[in-house]
């Protein structure tokens, strides 16, 4: 399945670049001028760590979707089909990373797409797009 | 399937849960009987900040269909829900109504913030009518999908009234503004079948299925007057309907009485912000906060995403309160085999298990996979509602069953036949007792060999009970009515009788042992509809945690919890979200027995669905208005007063030797340290009397206590100062039966 990857090692949390890869994802995928409603997230810790905020792709989401909203493609991504969903937000509670999110305005949450927008945006190529195996689904 | 040894691993469910008998082949056939008797349109609505501001009356008798006003008073006095419920019900009834009169009605209301989907367990509906087994109302909170797609079609209650002339389908189309009433007079009965067919039926296509709820009941409920009501949903994983159901008080029974035999709601196809909430960011963000607590709590507290409410079934053993035999014990040997290792095991996992949108705490489990082996469905292959915890101690346990294949049975036809499973466990614990002490016997039964255990004579009785035969139809008139038939035939010692059968107001308990929680005993009999847990459930915090040592703690307990948990049934709620998952902290709080941080979530889920501001106080006086207007409602239907809330000694103390012995040292302490008696020299006989006494004084002392904190007299009738203190003496008639009664 295709999958975003990060090198946090080169992505550095952000702190050398101007997190193009939020501004990229934003304003391309999902047409808002703010970098804050990508869906990933770099910043650099306290502890100088870098941290990314992801999806996997892992599934789980759509294990605990109720309507069946949420399918994977058949490139193994994770989709939301909009007309299906009826705003319950288990998806977001029960993603442990937490690569679900919702906006205000929305009714619908989103996630990545794993569409490597943020991949070509990244002026330092920390991010990638790879293919992996479909995790086992879990019960959660 | 093998079932796992008790404390093995818990392999994964291999049961395909797509695989089930199916029922719709001659859909098309009972589709062209169908006779429209009556058509309406409506002009669909949504509700504003969680009101349409109508209701449907529907008078079956005249086929006359009606939409009232929702009037401000409604809504300031009674919420909605069981509120709406009973205040209907005031109207349509006068003191002389009993169960089967035409006035009395059916009404099916959700409650203003019912419908939304962001937090757990927000999808109930509540059932109220005069019941047949107490004639006081009853309610009845129940998932499933049909209250939500009501109020989503256009109305916040849905009010039945009279009878028909043959059996009718009901159907409610809030997608194009339709009311019909049909003749169906080839549809099946049970509800298993009846709600895959009418679902199918009234779908437009499979996309449609989600939109079609169907309340049913199924044979039993013509012959008996236990009969409960089931709302479905279709599961789409499945590609089956699952039922939840009302189970208390009969319900069914009234439904079927009007010769309804199903009611259909079509409604929208749903989205988030139905209900036009004041403040959905609110509602967002507190329901993703719950959702994260129970993924991250729920594995380590009570696994009610695995178990539903069967995680419970050893913990209640293990604290001696697991009812055996009738109530006579709290513990088994062989409870392993009905605990809640078996039900992870038994219960598909791999699925989502919530009766409403939004539910991510997912109690409502399935047994998959199930092959009948008895009565007309047998060799069918079915999925089986759960076990819960009280199908678990109620068929199971308290009948001495403990094989749980055996349980998932009597579980399953008890839904399909329209049959309350907390009643058949406890009137069927009692039949078996009867048994055991020669009140009845093989003669009596008509051959039903009913002994503890025996699980093929118990669902032989259940099937008797749908055919409207033998056995079963004596004990389908429940406890009470039994035991007024066993003492008129002089088959056993009277006293004895009433002793042990587990019925108050003429409602059968619910499945936990209250014997030794004085707390608990008023927690089942001083309830208004009858002895049920969801007013209040107390037993750990006064037995186990001993948070309760005074009688003032009892009282102050007994104000409290069944006031906050009848504000659930004002709004939609269920229960189990509020103290079934717990925030992490609350330990530490000043009162964790209450789970602060859950009672502001719903707070802040009124507050924001209708944009009225209120604070924990304002949510007990709302319930505190419609708790003691259902008070006096039972007082206007000759019941309601002290006399109607005492229990049968079962449940206070132990009734036969074996009782006591069972737990003389427990006993035998108490004579000493509490009562002062020295027990010994006494023979067993004094002793049990001389515990009898004490505790009947007890209880007597505890009604008092609770009374004082409710702000009713001495024989439990609110008083005028407590009325003008919630606003209700601007209802006449509530007054006059008030002053009526010394109040």
Known sequence: MRQLKINLPECDGGSHCAHECEQACATRVFKLDDGRFAALHIQQLASGEASAVICDQCGDCVAVCPTEALKRNKLGVVMIDKKLCVGCYMCVGFCEKGAFERLPDWLEPYKCTACGICVKACPHTALAIVDVPVPAPRII | MTLPEAGSAIPQCTVDFTQRTEYHQGLDAIK???????????????????????????????LEVQEKPVTQQMKDLFIGGRGFGLWHLWNAVTPATRWNDPENEIIISPGPVAGITQYPGSGKSLVVSISPQTDIPIDSNVGGYFGPLLKFSGFDALELQGKAGQDVILFIDGQNGIIRVEAAPLEPVDSHVLAEILTRMYAVDEADRPNISVVCTGAAADHSLIGMLNFSWWDKRRG????????????????????????????????????????????????????????????????????????????????????????????????????????????????????????????????????LRTGPYRGHTVTVDGPEYENAAGLGSNAGIFDPEWLLELNFYCDTYGICTITYGTLAAFVMECFQRGILNLERTGGLELVWGNAEADLEMMHQMARGEGFGVIAGQGVKKMKELFIANGWGDPKLIQDIGMECKGLEYSQYLSKESLAQQGGYALTNKGPQHDEAWVIFMDMVNKQLPTFEDKAEALYYFPLFRTWFGLNGFCKLPWNDIAPADNASTAEPAKIPEHVQN??????????????????????????????????????????NDVPPYRSVGPVTREEYESRAERYDKQMVEDIGVDPAGKSLDEKIAITRTYRMDRYSKLCDAVYARRGWTADGVPTMARLRELGLDVLPEVVAIVRAHGG
């Open chain 2, 32 to 62: 062209a009987a169908h006779k429209v008797l009556k058509e309406v349109s409506f002009i669909p609505s949504r509700p504003e900040k969680g009101y349409n501001g109508r209701s449907l009356h529907v008078d079956l008798s005249s």
């Open chain 2, 240 to 371: 089956c309907v699952r039922l939840k159901q009302a189970g208390r008080g009969g319900i069914g029974t009234v439904f079927r009485d009007k010769r309804i035999r199903a009611l259909v709601c079509r409604g929208p196809v749903v989205k988030a912000d139905l209900n036009h909430p004041a403040d959905f960011e609110t509602l967002a963000r507190t329901g993703i906060k719950l959702h994260k607590e129970i993924r991250t709590l729920d594995g380590s507290q009570c696994k009610m995403r695995r178990n539903g409410t069967a995680h419970i079934v050893e913990i209640m053993d293990a604290y001696d309160l697991l009812p055996t035999h009738n109530f006579q014990f709290g513990s088994h040997p062989d409870t392993h085999r009905i605990a809640s290792d078996v039900w992870e095991a038994r219960c598909s996992q791999a699925t989502v298990d919530g009766c409403w949108y939004g539910c991510s705490l997912a109690c409502a489990k399935g047994a998959d996979g199930v092959v």
């Open chain 2, 602 to 643: 719903y707070l802040d889920l009124f507050s924001a669905t209708t944009g009225i501001k209120i604070d924990k106080e304002t949510m007990l006086v709302q319930s505190a208005r419609v708790y003691n207007f259902q008070r006096v409602f039972n007082i206007r239907m000759g019941k309601g007063l002290r006399a």
